[in-house]
């Protein structure tokens, strides 16, 4: 079992700054891609920003320039870092990454339990 959790989101003022932090948990020998995504109501999910186990990144035009994100491989810990904060970025954050369970079977792609971001004055 592989277990996904969220920390950091809460509620900021416009131009602010968050950074949240998602820790993966379990049993697995190596974690691949690993991403954040987003869900304003009544919205699709979108990507955010995705970091490869070679960190190459990836952000969506929408955050470009103010998100970053990074991972400590040691900690298997993927943080996205949010400065400049838009009220359209109000949405449910959400983890992601794919790992193996043993070095022969297949890549296993899971999901955080979600961590709301609200940026309003």
């Known amino acids: 079992q592989v277990q996904l959790v969220e920390s950091g989101g809460g509620l900021v003022l416009p131009g602010g700054s968050l950074r949240l932090s998602c820790a993966v948990s379990?049993?697995?020998?190596?974690?691949?891609?690993m991403g954040w995504y987003r869900q304003a109501p009544g919205k699709q999910r979108e990507l955010v920003a995705s970091?490869?186990?070679?960190?190459?990144?990836d952000y969506a035009d929408s955050v470009k320039g103010r998100f970053s994100i990074s991972r400590d491989s040691a900690k298997n810990t993927v943080y996205l870092q949010m400065n400049s904060l838009k009220p359209e970025d109000t949405a449910v954050y959400y983890c992601?990454?794919?790992?193996?369970?043993?070095?022969?079977?297949?890549?296993?792609?899971?999901w955080g339990q979600g961590t709301q971001v609200t940026v309003s004055s």
């Open positions: 970091i490869t186990s070679d960190h190459r990144t």
């Open positions: 992601n990454a794919s790992w193996k369970r043993t070095w022969y079977s297949s890549w296993l792609t899971g």
């Open positions: 379990g049993s697995f020998v190596s974690i691949n891609a």
